[in-house]
């Protein structure tokens, strides 16, 4: 663990980037919405919004697609004795700050108003995350920094929030234009060819994290990782299914994933990766 930490440090120290805390905010942004802000409840969600930014039309408008794409995250995820959060209604807060947009694992979702604003609100995505949240694991069994598959964690919520709205006849926002179900293997595709593209690749499938993705320096590595994160999932979910592709998710801390895979699809993850830079023609990524 200190390897990882010291190594993490050395990366932010080279790069001048500075550690994000999106979620350091959250406490404030709810008293402040409780106070000033406007709540709007439906069937399935409670909406708090900034009192001098919607109308109440847009309100209602919002909570009515909520309602309707809820269900079906719910029912794509389905449920299991791991997951955190079960049947009560999620609370979204959407906030004029300026942050990332994040679940929390305990029935709330923060927004920033100005993705609300742009069409751009991952709604779907994530409360996808809320409703794959596993129970806390102790400190002793707990991942280590770095060490989980965050390929699958976001890939999947994308997959299940984009899959979800389609069903529902809804649009999730598309934070780093993947370009949705259909689009999202030639927007990856395209973006391996960046500098960071052999990075990505190579934390596809495998317990690996990017640390730029948590420091300033994010928007330069998320919008491929996503994608790709998104693609290979989509991949993944072809070969073994949806419900094995969830059932990943509690073995987050024994870093168990790859394993797994492997023992689904009767070959080697890094073979899995070639089938799929080939299957989205960006051959030759990896090397």
Not at 118 to 146: C, I, M, N, Q, W
Not at 242 to 270: C, N, Y
């Amino acid at each position: 663990m200190l390897a990882a930490i010291l190594t993490f440090a050395i990366v932010l120290a080279q790069s001048s980037a500075q550690p994000l805390n999106w979620a350091g905010d959250d406490g404030p942004r709810v008293e402040a919405l409780k106070k000033t802000g406007v709540r709007t409840e439906g069937a399935h969600a409670v909406l708090w919004t900034p009192s001098d930014t919607l109308t109440d039309e847009q309100r209602r408008d919002l909570v009515e697609k909520l309602d309707l794409g809820l269900p079906v995250v719910k029912r794509l995820v389905g449920r299991h004795s791991w997951q955190v959060v079960g049947d009560e209604k999620i609370t979204y807060y959407v906030s004029a700050d300026r942050f990332v947009s994040h679940a929390t694992g305990r029935g709330a979702v923060f927004i920033p108003l100005v993705r609300v604003q742009d069409g751009k609100a991952p709604f779907f995505h994530e409360v996808s995350h809320e409703y794959l949240a596993h129970r806390p694991t102790t400190a002793r069994t707990a991942p280590r920094p770095g060490s989980r598959p965050l390929w699958l964690m976001e890939g999947l919520a994308d997959f299940v929030g984009q899959s979800a709205a389609s069903e529902a006849g809804v649009v999730e926002g598309d934070v780093f234009d993947t370009g949705g179900l259909a689009g999202v293997d030639g927007v990856c595709a395209t973006r391996l060819r960046e500098p960071i593209g052999k990075q990505v690749v190579a934390a596809m499938g495998e317990n690996a994290e990017l640390p730029a993705l948590f420091t300033t320096d994010r928007q330069t590595v998320a919008p491929t990782f996503y994608a790709c994160s998104f693609s290979f999932t989509k991949f993944i979910v072809a070969k073994i299914g949806l419900d094995e592709t969830v059932a990943l998710m509690p073995l987050f801390a024994s870093g168990g994933v790859p394993k797994r895979i492997e023992q689904l699809t009767h070959t080697t993850v890094a073979r899995l990766r070639e089938e799929w830079l080939r299957a989205i023609g960006a051959q030759g990524a990896s090397h």
